[in-house]
């Protein structure tokens, strides 16, 4: 444990004292360090509000100023759970009966004690630069039949300075929310009549889709990939011999009765590609093999984890397989590479981290798959990524049982990382399936690789309406140019120039509602359209158009050909700039 984590988990310690200090009765759940800073569940008949945050704070900077020691004790398990049963801290009493015979430590600082591994830092007195932040709700140990306790969250970083950008970057973020934007644009919704993490898509929302979707095709049609699609339920049997149905059965649906037979929502794609790949006998002559798909999937997720766009039960994975021989592997993961770099510039984000996966080697036995195949697999990956002078995070022993792979995070325009592509190779559908092609030495066993570039549609429009705050670039707003009209007189000419735009490929939009122009203006700058078009009298006369930018800034006297062919431009180069600024 580094000593960031070892004070975030000091912090929880000093949570806890403080709660119990001020709520006397509040029974003590568990308390971690996590990314960022802590938190500590608790079960109070009180109800914490945000300004109970505020005195529990000043509770806490208290015991700091009191610099009182962490003193750590090891005693029996039955003396420990005598103490916690004194206490009354019936959750602290299961988690002690499911530990083995032998010593079990507890952590004192003050009067406070509580059951810990550790370590901690030496005395409350370093803790300094932490923030209490918001509370939620938790079930305990994460079970839905199981007490629901109240989450206290908290910060906590080195220095002051550290402490402050963060709050900083969250008050960024929270202006920035896509649920609040979305709701605000109009592009999509989620209600309790529908069901918790079903997306409604608006149709704003649905235009911004469609063009993201059009282009993802169009580029996974250019890198030679084959555009499938495949249901959205199967029989249940195919989960059970892909595996899903056994290490993944928490996140999957129930099955659903038809017929006699038992079929499942599917919680992946893979499983129809290989069906696809087995409609014919494969030759080494057909491979590389790469199928795309925009593929919507289903998984339970509890209802306290869901999260606008980001955490939903319902999402379409832009999902590629390659079905490869072993030596096309390294230009497939280095195309791989280069499709997710190609996202990145398009879309405008200069930063990201680069995180690889590997297998234990010492431990063969936890994974599928040959030695060979993962040597080969993991040498690929790194080769590109050394290749491409990538500097990148190694894990060691985080593959998953089937597969080394790459994860790719980007860095947004305040900081924060977001999981993107994933490159991952699978040594386990092959294998399961008995997928093979014929070689001039026989039947050989492909290998397959699963590529997500944006990971899932609905993710990656939550994380672009976030990055861009909602401010769109050109060719990915919804409404493009915005046309307001002073009087009905310019009506005509009004329509004139959305029919223009319209047949140049562009998506205008008319507001001639008979409100003052002030009022029109604002109404699209709370929509955060790219261009506002102004029709008077002046310009039906001149046929030419005034633009006003989002900045404020107008521009007069445009003609109207010029005008369409800028934003042609822009739109079809997909410019992340205005041409008009």
């Known amino acids: 444990m580094d000593n960031i984590e070892m004070k975030r988990h000091s912090c929880s310690h000093v949570l806890a004292a403080a709660v119990q200090e001020l709520f006397p009765g509040t029974k ?12 500590y569940d608790f079960l109070s008949d009180h109800k914490f509000t945000p300004e109970d945050l505020k005195t529990i704070e000043d509770k806490m900077k208290q015991i700091v100023k009191s610099k009182e020691p962490f003193v750590r004790k090891e005693i029996s398990k039955s003396e420990a759970e005598a103490l916690f049963k004194s206490k009354g801290e019936d959750f602290k009493v299961e988690l002690i009966s499911e530990l083995p015979e032998g010593e079990i430590s507890i952590y004192t600082n003050g009067s406070f004690v509580d059951l810990c591994r550790g370590p901690h830092v030496e005395h409350t007195g370093v803790l300094n630069n932490f923030k209490l932040t918001h509370t ?7 079970d839905e039949k199981r007490p629901q306790m109240q989450r206290i969250y908290g910060i906590a970083f080195e220095t002051k300075e550290e402490l402050k950008d963060y709050i900083k970057q969250q008050e960024e973020a ?14 999509f919704n989620i209600n309790d009549d529908v069901g918790p993490g079903l997306v409604l898509w608006m149709p ?18 250019k890198r030679g990939y084959g555009l499938v699609t495949t249901p959205h339920i199967a029989r249940l049997h195919l989960w059970e011999k892909s595996g899903h149905a056994n290490f993944y059965t928490d996140s999957m649906f129930k099955p659903i009765e038809v017929d006699e037979q038992k079929y499942q929502l599917k919680p992946m794609n893979c499983p129809f590609h290989i069906a ?5 006998l494969r030759s080494y002559r057909d ?17 306290g984890v869901m999260h606008g766009l980001l955490r939903v039960r319902g999402f379409t994975q832009d999902d590629g397989h390659i079905f490869c021989a072993p030596e096309q592997i390294e230009k497939e993961v280095q195309d791989c590479f280069n499709f997710a770099m190609h996202i990145m510039k398009t879309f405008g984000f200069e930063k990201f981290k680069v995180e690889l996966s590997t297998w234990d080697e010492k431990h063969p036995e936890n994974y599928t798959g040959k030695s060979e195949d993962w040597h080969r697999a993991q040498a690929a990956l790194e080769d590109v990524l050394k290749t491409n002078n990538i500097p990148y995070t190694a894990h060691a022993g985080e593959a998953a049982f089937y597969g080394p792979k790459i994860d790719i995070k980007l860095i947004d325009a305040i900081g924060r990382p977001w999981q993107l592509s994933t490159i991952q190779f699978d040594f386990n559908l092959p294998e399961r399936f008995d997928i093979t092609y014929v070689a ?12 997500a570039m944006l990971g899932s549609v609905e993710r990656f429009i939550g994380i672009l309406i976030e990055h861009y705050a909602g401010v769109f670039p050109l060719w990915l707003a919804p409404v493009q140019a915005k046309v307001l009209t002073l009087t009905d007189a310019q009506v005509p000419y009004a329509k004139e120039v959305c029919d223009k735009l319209t047949a140049a490929g562009l998506r205008p939009e008319l507001d001639d509602r008979g409100e003052k122009l002030g009022a029109k203006i604002r109404q699209a700058h709370l929509e955060k359209v790219p261009y506002t078009v102004i029709i008077g009298a002046k310009e039906v006369q001149d ?8 900045s404020g800034k107008n521009v007069e006297n445009v003609k109207l050909e010029d005008f369409i062919s800028k934003l042609k431009e822009e739109n079809d180069t997909r410019s992340l700039a205005n041409l008009y600024n």
């Open 174 to 187: 929270a202006k920035r929310d896509h649920r609040k934007l979305g709701a605000e644009l109009q592009l």
């Open 543 to 550: 046929r030419t158009v005034t633009i006003r930018l989002r």
């Open 287 to 303: 491979l590389p093999l790469r199928l795309f798909e925009l593929g919507t999937v289903y998984r339970y997720e509890r209802s």
């Open 204 to 221: 704003k929302g649905g235009m911004l889709r469609k063009v993201l979707e059009d282009w993802i095709k169009e580029e996974n049609l």
């Open 276 to 280: 696809i790949y087995n409609t014919a």
């Open 440 to 451: 001039a030495e026989g039947r050989k066993r492909p290998l397959m690789v699963h590529r």
């Open 28 to 39: 003590l759940g568990i308390g971690p360090a996590i990314e960022n800073g802590f938190y």
């Open 136 to 142: 939620a709700g938790a079930y305990w140990r994460g």
